[in-house]
Every structure is written in structure tokens, then in C-alpha cells.
């Protein structure tokens, strides 16, 4: 494995890094709010820049190159980077997954994703999908919780693999997998979410990654779409993808892109998050 540029953050690097990640949460939050049947990708793509803009930050997703908008929203057989369009309009018990970033002023990035089942639809299609998010969201914060006191950053990857099977038979993506976040969206190190032979770099103090567990209801096995950009399962099956944005440091963890700074997602793994302060 070629050899990666981790860089570490200092402590009032992270607590410039938690504006960014809070913000991420609050356009999320808008986004969720606003999910109901009739309801356009291009209109939550619409919420969540203005969320953005009006804490004073910017999209990150409208830096990377040929990307226009503030969201991915991907729906059903999509796993990841869905455009929003004004033709794409929720339908009761469609599974939609959003990823959203924001960038502050200062040049620090957040970047988090939810999936949710669009309520008012079919009981059995609905829970089949609601256990497919689950799954993929328990596999995110164990993923964290194993963070919280890995010494190598593979044992995220086992955490997160080992909770989806524990869950059911389902898919995890290869190819797309989690990242370093700092001053760039997507910096080193290769977060996986699967055991891989080589252990991954020794996770030190200023660590700061997002995790993102990828899955689907059925095979791994995905293709690109025409528009260039959208990633859907090749047999048809179902997508899940969660994210989260969080920080090692010297105290413990923090998730940066929760509210509560990864409190009630931990709790159940015996870890509690410790805020940094200024
Ligand atoms: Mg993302
Ligand atoms: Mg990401």
C-alpha cells in the first residue's frame, strides 16, 4: 500500500474543524425535516445551501470538479452520489440517502450523510429498508467507537464490517470508502469498511476522518450511471450510507458532525465523546 500523507490536526485545529462539522449537521437536519412524499431532490438540495449560507460557510461538494450542487441524494437501487434534480420527487417509502458538506471561512471541512425511509408507504418494503439503513448507521458508530481507542485504523474497517454481517446478508461497496478530512474534503488516510490484510496506519492524536459504511440489500457489486456520477447497484437491490466526520485526539473522541457530539450514538459501545475546548 502506497504510502499515505496523514495530516494530523492540532486541538484548536479540531475545534475550528466542529464549526464546520455543526454546520454540516444543521443543513442534514434541515434536509431530514423536510422529507416527505412530493418533495424534489432539488428542493432539499435548495435547503441545504441555504442552511449552509446563512451560518456564513460554503458547499464543499460544489468545489469538486463538475459537481453543481450542495447535496447527493440517492434513491432506492442509487447508494451513493445521486444528483438532485426537479424530476427526481420522493415517493412514500422510497429509501433516500443524502451526504452534505460545508466549508467555513476559515478553510475547514465537514462531511456527513443519513439514510431515511419517505414515510407513508409500504409496511413490508418499508421495514426491509429501515433495517438496511439501520444496519449501515449501527456499523458507522461502531466503526467510531472502535476509533475512539484503535491503534491502527484498520480496526475501524473490521468494526464496521463485523456489525453489517452481524445485521444480515448485505453488500458492502468496495471501491468507495471513507477519507481524511481537514483543509481538503477528501485527504489521506483510506478509511475502509472491511477488514483488509494490512493493518492501515497507527492511529495517533490529531487524527481526523470520515467514516462512511456503504451498503446495499443485496450483492456489493455497483455501476456508474450515464450522468457520470450516480452509483447504483447492479442487481437492483436497495442502497444505504452514513457518515460522519470525526476527530482523535488526545482525550479521547469527537464526532464532529453530530449535534451532540456523538453522545447517544456511542453510548450503547460504552464510549463517551470528550468535547474539546477553546
Ligand atoms: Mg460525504
Ligand atoms: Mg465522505
Redesign the pocket.
Known amino acids: 500500500m502506497a504510502r499515505e500523507r496523514i495530516s494530523l490536526k492540532s486541538n484548536s485545529d479540531i475545534i475550528a474543524m466542529r464549526e464546520a462539522g455543526l454546520i454540516t449537521a444543521h443543513a442534514l437536519a434541515a434536509v431530514k425535516a423536510a422529507i416527505k412524499p412530493g418533495v424534489s431532490t432539488l428542493e432539499l438540495d435548495a435547503i441545504a445551501e441555504s442552511t449552509i449560507r446563512s451560518f456564513g460557510a460554503s458547499s464543499n461538494f460544489k468545489l469538486v470538479g463538475g459537481y453543481h450542487h450542495t447535496i447527493c441524494s440517492s434513491i432506492n437501487d442509487e447508494v451513493v452520489h445521486g444528483i438532485p434534480s426537479i424530476d427526481r420527487v420522493l415517493v412514500a417509502g422510497d429509501i433516500i440517502s443524502v451526504?452534505c458538506?460545508a466549508i467555513t471561512p476559515a478553510g475547514w471541512n465537514g462531511?456527513?450523510?443519513f439514510s431515511m425511509v419517505v414515510p407513508g408507504g409500504d409496511p413490508e418494503i418499508m421495514a426491509s429498508r429501515q433495517a438496511l439503513s439501520d444496519a449501515c448507521e449501527a456499523s458507522l458508530w461502531a466503526g467510531m467507537a472502535a476509533l475512539a481507542t484503535a491503534k491502527r485504523l484498520n480496526e475501524v474497517g473490521r468494526a464496521v464490517e463485523k456489525t453489517i454481517r452481524k445485521h444480515g446478508r448485505y453488500g458492502i461497496l468496495q471501491d468507495y470508502i471513507?477519507?481524511g478530512?481537514g483543509r481538503s474534503?477528501?485527504e489521506d488516510p483510506a478509511v475502509f469498511n472491511y477488514q483488509t490484510r494490512d493493518l492501515g496506519p497507527v492511529v495517533e492524536s490529531g487524527l481526523v476522518i470520515?467514516i462512511?459504511p456503504m451498503i446495499t440489500g443485496g450483492k456489493e457489486q455497483v455501476k456508474i450511471l450515464s450522468d457520470d456520477w450516480t452509483v447504483s447497484t447492479k442487481d437492483g437491490s436497495d442502497g444505504a450510507h452514513w457518515?460522519h466526520?470525526v476527530a482523535r485526539h488526545k482525550d479521547g473522541i469527537w464526532v464532529l458532525t453530530a449535534e451532540d457530539g456523538g453522545l447517544a450514538g456511542l453510548a450503547p459501545h460504552g464510549i463517551i465523546p470528550v468535547p474539546l475546548n477553546p
Open positions: 451526504d458538506g462531511d456527513a450523510a471513507g477519507h478530512v474534503m477528501h470520515a462512511e457518515e466526520t
